[in-house]
């Protein structure tokens, strides 16, 4: 058995990119990165990766991920499917797994390890989605401090993004027909998750930049229902998240 990140990227160079996989690979046995044809280096940097990752660029026949979210996420499952006993963990270039006290990369891989072992026994696996929000003021309640955002779904939000390379691996429907069909097999999304030791941190919201930026995508885009767009640039509650190893954001 061996544990593989996968990981989708598009024009994500001056973002996370650079943190989230050298972090990942760091607790993960072997990474593989597909490119959505990036335009600002974001190809090249991962091919030059010292992790050394696995990087595939989307053939022109694959739909891209905004056109045709599901046989795109298929194809690019099917390229982090290396052997039949992989357990594949689905990271997005703005995200780092996290144990529930600490981001540091022992502590994660021996959670990953973990999860991974879970999994093969016949179990998919969600993991806890924390928010990063607002670190500086005026919505900051603890300036210098990372902070996560706790109001509504903001809260409660989990994702199913840890599967088995086993069995079958086709994508199906999703909420939106060709869109939310979710990262990782209907087969494995079928079974009854476990939770696994691990947090999903996420940075896309982080700063003003990325809020306003995911409102004015979300808005044009296909998949997203009106009250979460319009939630992303609500009063948000607001609550410390410390755990050593977590990203610094400038």
Same mark, same amino acid.
């Given at each position: ?24 690979? $760091? ?48 194809? $690019? ?25 600490? $981001? ?37 309640? $603890? ?108």
């Amino acid at each position: 058995m061996r544990t593989v990140g996968l990981m989708i990227v598009k024009n994500e160079l001056d973002r996370y990119l650079e943190r989230s996989l050298t972090g990942l690979a $760091a607790v993960v046995d072997k990474v593989v990165v597909v490119d959505d044809h990036s335009t600002d280096g974001s190809l090249e940097f991962v091919s030059s990766h010292p992790s050394e990752p696995m990087c595939v660029r989307r053939p022109s026949e694959v739909p891209s991920f905004v056109s045709d979210e599901r046989t795109f996420r298929q194809w $690019a499952w099917s390229q982090a499917v290396l052997h039949e006993d992989d357990v594949i963990f689905v990271v997005d270039a703005d995200e780092q797994l996290a144990a529930e006290q600490s $981001a540091e990369p022992e502590a994660v891989r021996a959670m990953v390890n973990t999860t991974a072992e879970t999994v093969t026994r016949g179990k998919a696996a969600f993991l806890p989605i924390i928010e990063i929000w607002a670190v500086t003021p005026p919505l900051s309640v $603890a300036p210098g401090r990372l902070q996560h955002r706790t109001d509504g779904e903001w809260g409660r939000g989990r994702a199913q993004r840890v599967a088995t390379a086993f069995g079958d691996q086709s994508f199906g429907e999703g909420a939106k027909g060709r869109f939310g069909c979710g990262a990782i097999p209907e087969r494995a999304r079928s079974l009854r998750p476990h939770q696994a030791p691990l947090r999903l941190v996420h940075y896309g919201y982080a700063t003003q930049s990325d809020r306003e930026a995911r409102h004015d995508r979300y808005r044009k885009a296909r998949g997203h229902s009106p009250s979460h767009i319009e939630s992303i640039m609500a009063l948000p509650r607001l609550a410390v998240f410390d755990a050593p190893g977590l990203w610094e954001l400038r």
